[in-house]
């Protein structure tokens, strides 16, 4: 479970060989919430909502980049680092 980004106390992670749709989990004190990549939605979990909207707001920056390290981590490869929210 590679952590790609992490900022304002949230992981954001991918897990190797991972179900469809594409998508990445954050993790925040315990909470947890899985967003999908392609429309930057949450498929299941919940984060506190000022967290999530944070997620949310980095997702659609990085969406690029987390499809190709969706990609990655589908073919059991390290992903990049992304840069975090500032």
């Known amino acids: ?21 594409p998508h990445f989990h954050a993790k925040y004190n315990g909470a947890e919430a899985l ?3 392609e429309n930057s939605c949450v498929l299941k979990g919940a984060l506190p909502s000022n967290k999530l909207k944070l ?4 997702s659609e920056l990085h969406k690029d980049e ?18 975090p929210l500032k």
């Open 1 to 21: 479970m590679p952590i790609v980004s992490e900022f304002a106390g949230i992981e954001i992670c991918l897990y190797f060989d991972d179900h469809m749709p």
């Open 55 to 58: 997620v949310l707001a980095w």
């Open 35 to 37: 967003v999908d990549i």
């Open 66 to 83: 987390l499809k190709a390290n969706w990609q990655k981590a589908s073919a059991k490869q390290l992903p990049q680092k992304i840069e």
